[in-house]
């Protein structure tokens, strides 16, 4: 092919983006959408979609658009943002164009003009009150959760949506949670798309995906920058992500002297009934009880459940596997040592409720004597939304309930925190 050839094919946009870069159709009211919410990690494309989509709505390009827009805001954290990334960036707005139907960009007047008028204002967001006077037809406000004054501006750019007969706005934002956020996901008019990191490596550097990944998967941070979710910390938690976060290792130390596997049954296997909570921890030598491993199951009958926590007990060598009764009885022991006889078990009651078990537990993590080693994630997220009400997200904490039970059982015993007492 020809450079020409070539020009032509890489300006397709409909060709090559991704599900997540293209426009919904409707909001989820089944209505068309007023908020188009680009969510995503870090190198997600949200930037290139940001910048062909105001260049479709610039230049009245289908399936895009179907008339151009005459007067467009660019709305980004720092002016600074706006002109390196969405103007100039290597997927900003100059970037996109071709040749011809590149638009002039004007530093001196923060605005973009091209050949058939269509004009594109640059705003900070650190200046909302810029934002009031002009009118627009739609905006492109990047890195939303990242604005010091969101609120502010965010109200003030809405007053200036006023042009044509549907304004429309698009935000691109790697999430945070802040309320605003929250609140536009939310709405009836708003449309989400969504994306992690991962779903643009081909236009990513080779080892970067790998580098990043392996540092940072299931990590608070890595979930937020590069899975693209919406992390947060309930106020009245016993856990916090920065608590946990402090308490991570790579790995576990070799001195291991005990190694316990923790199980809490479901009372039935009903696929909307509770998760079995399997986890299983080690105390080091210098009296610090590392967790190892969360393997917890849900809708599973209990020859599966009691399959797979033995399956953990044998892998990693455990002294034994703690198992709490106040569901099942004696059938827990029965079916656990139908499956395998030589495997030890300890049976214990919880004779006390879920928040007072916990919080001796929390207080060790307090202490800096326990750490995770490696990443939980369903596990650190029942700890962090786990309330005094017992529940977490407003269900049985059964991955928490196995955790207390495996720190309980090695770093606290029969004389503090949860009372345990063997049947």
Known sequence: MSEAELGFLAAQWEVFAHDHQRPPLLAANGQPWLSWLLIGGRGAGKTRAGAEWVRAQALGLPPFADRAVA???????TEHDVREVMIEGVSGLLAVHPRQQRPSWQPSRKRLQ?????????????????????????????????????????????????????PRQLITTTPRPIALLKRLMAAPSSAVTRAPTRA??????????????????????????????????????????????QCRVAAPPRDLQRIVVAVDPPASSNARADACGIVAAGLAGNGVVHVLADDSIAGATPTAWATRAIALWRKLGADALVAEVNQGGEMVRTVI???????????????????????????????????????????????????????????????????????????????????????
């Open 200 to 245: 643009n490596a081909f236009n990513l550097a080779p080892g970067f995906l790998q580098s990043v990944m392996a540092r940072y998967h299931g990590t608070r941070l890595g979930r937020q920058e590069l899975e693209g979710e919406i992390i947060e910390d309930r106020p009245d938690a016993l856990w916090s992500r920065a608590l946990l976060e």
């Open 114 to 166: 091209w050949p058939n008028g269509a004009v594109a204002q640059a705003f900070s967001a650190d200046d909302p009150e810029s934002l009031r006077g002009p009118q627009f037809g739609c905006a492109w406000s990047d890195e939303l959760a990242k604005w010091r004054y969101a609120e502010a501006a965010f109200d003030m750019l809405q007053f200036g949506l006023r042009l044509g007969a549907q």
């Open 337 to 423: 040592q139908q499956i395998d006889a030589a495997v030890p078990v300890k049976t214990v009651h919880a004779s006390r409720g879920k928040w007072l078990r916990a919080e001796p537990v929390a207080a060790l993590y307090e202490q800096g004597r326990v750490h995770h080693a490696g990443c939980f994630p369903a596990l650190e997220d029942e700890m962090c939304d786990f309330g005094i009400n017992g529940l977490s997200s407003g269900r049985s904490p059964d991955r928490l309930d196995a955790l207390v039970w495996a720190v309980s059982t090695l770093a606290l015993g029969r004389s503090g925190g949860p009372r345990v007492r063997s049947l």
């Open 71 to 77: 007067r467009i805001a660019l709305v980004g954290e």
